[in-house]
């Protein structure tokens, strides 16, 4: 299995903010956010395994600025690292009106989704990334720290069996 660039699998998609897709005060709703960076995520991760992908997670989805009826959304995609079957990939929403006026970054998250075989639906490995530029390596660092800290969460890891992130939940 060949180990991969960040930019092979990198996902762009556009949206523009219809009068369905907001609240009572043209606010783009979240949950169609959500299910918007689910799928851009989800591509992107499929490009990078050639597989079927599931969410396994989703991290911190930060809503920082509002999304106004009309404005064109922009989510950004990228494999921050692969793991064994799971690859985490990091969504950036940047809106901007139809005009591109008043660009800003709206929303960003860490998705976790694993990789899936055709015939049984089972995990399979996943190829590995490689980082090539400082912002890139930063990412793929960090990822491990962040895989921790979910595993921690979820109970799936117990505090001291950590590496990265003993300090944090064990006092020595």
Known sequence: M????????STTMTEMIMPNDTNPLGNLMGGYLMRWMDIVAAVCAG?????HVVTASVDNV???KPILLGDVITLEAKVTRAFNTSIEIYVEVFAADIKGG???????AFFTFVALDDIERKPIPVP???PLTAEEEKMFSGAARRRE???ILSGKMKPEDSTEMKSLFIND
Request: charged share 40%.
């Open 2 to 9: 060949r180990a991969k660039k960040v930019s092979e699998s």
């Open 47 to 51: 490009k990078h395994c050639e597989a």
């Open 62 to 64: 930060s809503f920082d």
């Open 102 to 108: 008043n660009p800003r970054k709206c929303n960003h």
């Open 128 to 130: 590995k990334l490689i």
């Open 149 to 151: 800290v979910r595993l």
